[in-house]
């Protein structure tokens, strides 16, 4: 859950290279570093604990505008704790070598043990370290080949970036399970876990693929696959422009992702609902083995399992199919979940989540088809399945999902009607619910005028808050899951999320009149229900905090915030910016950066 660029061949300023590393920090940061070789030809390594706006008084060539070759780091802990001995780069011996890794390496203790035999010296806790002593084993005069062997040693999920002082203007990569993007802008190449810090120099990128290793230069990019054969991969175009990636006048990205949602949504719509039909082409090479299966099993992990409750409700509710979802840590250990009459949807914001992949991995080949919902085109998930939905939602650099959660919730519907459709769904049926997601960018647009007022008068009051317990029924219990993660994520607030007719099996015990409790629920058929669980929370002098919609009338002595009414199933995609806002402005009174929150990363590319 890191990221690691490459610049190799023009001359670059350092604040060129240190811009580029800050854009990859929304991926996690706890530390960051930087290696590069000078117009000298030195090699020169620098890091620190924190975040890359330190790193620049640490470096001795401020205003060298001949670097080389460069890579750089920003890390988020997986082995050995948040340090400066940890951070990388990481150096060989003879300190003529600089190594930057994403991932983990499972073998590193044999490796490290073979390795300390052989006299190497090692200054950290760290699995990656073992690269940069494997590489200098191997290094004969060629880095390439070195890099190919070093790599060829390795167990586990990497994605490398290396300089050797002797080969000024040439950065070398390697990728297994961990993704990493190349490009070449005409004068350079580019390396980087994504195409964020790319797109600033060119839009046309290369994903790597397992197993590839590539040298960059000012001349251009050579690929060899891991037997040492040249290829070449396709090209991708980006469509994100630099701007997309900037906070546009808001005070942070997350605020300016939370009112990006219409035009998101308006994205995952476009092309797909056609004259009231739902249009997914990506289905059409596996429609014969959803119309058979007998299951679907979606797997997935945080927001995106929020997201996957809801579409198993739907698709049983539509489709008459069985749905079964569970978290992808916990899927990938059971075991005959999938058989040929089984299609799999793995979600995953950003195609790279560990679980998820690890259990597409054991399992694809005993279903009859896979499906991957995901916000990132060319992402590993993609090479993992038959085929892939794109949210579209654009580039999302708050740690924390927001416009890609919705973005979720609406391809996910598509795709249930899709599915439904080839089982008998009527047409009429078909076409309501598309001209009934085709409106909803509106609703959501129209909600945001007032939800940030709303919202920020209701967090005022909870401010000092330690915990919170978020409650609902049906199509608004994974609302509340959502809610509950939202606030602890980024406000640190204890909080929980259960579903209200388990209250009295055991939750209500935590409340009294400092444990308030957030109550998801519409006028819907849960209703009633929902007014007897808030009434049992008032009697235990709990606070409540009701977020329902304009047709609901519950008892006074409530904090209220009403949402634009939909129908039920609907209801996920209208609340979530309330939700979202809400843990926002908590976060901000309480003075923390939701852009960053402690101890989380964008990508969880590892297990």
Known sequence: ????????????????LLDSLRKLEYRGSDSAGVAYINSSNQLISAKTVGTTEKLMDLLPDKADAGVTAAIGHSRWATHGEPSKKNAHPHLD?????????NGIIENFEDLRDRLLKRSHVFLSSTDSEVIAHLIEESYNGDLIDAVKRASGELEGAYAIAAVHKDHPGVVVVARKGSPLVIAHDGSRGLASSDVTPIISYTREVIYLEDGDIACLNAEGISILTTSGEPVDRPVSHIDWDEQAAEKSGYDHFMLKEIFEQPQALRNTIAGRIRDSKIVLAELSSIEQHIQKAESVKIVACGTSYHAGLVFKRFLEENAGVSAEIDVASEFRYRKNVCDANSVIVAISQSGETADTLEFLRKNRKNCSASIAVTNTVGSTITREVDTSLFLNAGPEIGVAATKTYTAQLLLLYMLAIRIAQTRGLSEEKAKDHARTLSGIPAIVEKALVSA?????????????????LFIGRGYSYPTALEGALKLKEI????????????LKHGHIALLDESFPVFAVAPSDFTKVKMAS??????????????????????????????????????????????????????????????????NLAKSVTVE
């Open 93 to 101: 011996c003879s300190r003529n070598l600089a190594v930057v890794h």
């Open 452 to 468: 940030d007022r709303e919202t920020r008068i209701i967090a005022e009051l909870f401010r000092n808050t330690r915990d919170f």
């Open 533 to 598: 669980n808030i009434m049992e929370v008032k009697s235990r002098c709990a606070p409540v905090v009701l977020l329902t919609d304009d047709n609901a009338s519950f008892e006074d002595q409530l904090s209220v915030i009403k949402a634009p009414f939909v129908s039920e199933w609907l209801y996920p995609i209208i609340a979530a910016p309330y939700l979202q806002l809400f843990a926002y402005h908590m976060a901000v009174l309480r003075e923390l950066d939701p852009d960053r929150p402690r």
């Open 491 to 502: 406000s640190y607030v204890n909080a929980s999320a259960v579903q209200a007719g388990e």
């Open 1 to 16: 859950m890191c990221g690691i660029i490459g610049f190799a061949g023009k001359s670059t300023r350092l604040s060129t």
